[in-house]
């Protein structure tokens, strides 16, 4: 019978539950599914655990040669709970003959809500009037409505487009900016693609769905925010580098920009020294985009259906490092 372990979520009832409905699952597949949650990060319990199991769902930790090397007699899979694999290493994974898949889709809807909550917040200003009615302040402010704006998506694949269906609601005019454009996806979505430097000179609010890479690194930067309208809002659900902070925070205090959704940030937990904390003009969340019971339980399920595929020899278009096999 072949194992998988999983690594992803915290020993709270919430996964407990999970995890219980996961290892059913697997085990209709005929697979047995082990769940060793590793809070704190422990890269030694990490290969231990793996030395022991054909596969693995990992979280957002590093993983490479040091990790590969110890477990590539054991372990043919990682999977990805979630999207983003900028902290995993792939061409040591390959080296070490190891696939490593992602769950894309999965959380499509989670994140997409997501991003548009952090929009309707900042546009509405709901973070500033919830902060001033707890202190006993009934002050009121004037927000701006998201009906009828323009809709900057960066990166327009599952959640741009996700978020895209969602916005139509609001009759937006969505413009999507994407490196490399899906203009037939686009067009029956019936949004503009257009620039970098349109989607920011024009929007009234913009959010990010890109990965992180070194071309997304600081892809908003000083120079990209002064193209932005004063009245403009930003949102990040993607990865933290994707921004640069210090930018982002003089651009908030200056009111160069009116607000921002900050889900992701550079380096997680955010440091309670972080100056966004003293900006009324910025949403943070800890990273919970995908914190759904319906988005967790896709990836779970996801997760396990890629493990069963592989191991019974199957391919997956979700595998990031095809190039493993040459050296499994």
Not at 67 to 76: A, L
Not at 213 to 220: A, G, Q, S
Request: proline letters at 4%; aromatic letters at 8%.
């Amino acid at each position: 019978m072949k194992k998988i372990v999983s690594f992803f979520g915290d020993k709270t009832e919430v996964f407990c539950c999970l995890n219980r409905k996961a290892e059913e699952y697997a085990a209709s597949l005929g697979i047995e599914y082990r769940w060793a949650p590793q809070l704190p990060f422990s890269e030694e319990n990490v290969i231990r655990e793996l030395q022991n199991a054909d596969a693995g769902i990992i979280d957002i930790e590093p993983y490479g040669e040091s990790v590969f090397s110890q477990v590539k007699d054991s372990t043919k899979l990682m999977v990805r709970f979630g999207v983003g694999f900028d902290k995993v290493d792939l061409k040591a994974a390959s080296r070490n003959g190891i696939a490593i898949a992602r769950t894309t889709g999965a959380n499509t809807t989670a994140v997409a809500e997501m991003a548009l909550t952090l929009m309707l917040t900042c546009r509405r200003r709901m973070n500033l009037y919830q902060a001033r009615t707890r202190a006993g302040e009934w002050v009121k402010d004037i927000g701006n409505e998201l009906i009828g704006s323009t809709v900057g998506i960066i990166g327009y694949g599952n959640i741009g487009r996700r978020l895209a269906k969602l916005l139509k609601g609001f009759d937006c005019r969505i413009l999507a900016y994407d490196p490399f454009p899906n203009e037939e996806a686009a067009k029956a979505d019936g949004v503009e693609l257009v620039a970098l430097e349109e989607i920011l000179t024009q929007s009234d609010a913009i959010s990010i769905h890109v990965p992180y890479t070194k071309e997304t690194h600081h892809m908003i930067n000083r120079e990209t925010l002064t193209l932005m309208k004063p009245t403009a809002v930003i949102v990040n659900t993607a990865r933290g580098n994707i921004i640069d902070e210090d930018a982002l925070y003089q651009a908030l205090k200056s009111g160069q920009i009116a607000g921002a959704g900050v889900d992701v940030f550079a380096a997680e937990p955010l440091s309670v020294e972080s100056p966004l904390l003293t900006l009324e003009n910025a949403v943070l969340t800890p990273h919970v985009s995908s914190q759904t019971m319906e988005s967790l339980w896709n990836i779970y399920k996801m997760a396990i259906d890629i493990s069963a595929d592989f191991f019974a020899g199957k391919g997956s278009p979700h595998i990031l490092n095809p190039d493993y096999i040459e050296n499994k």
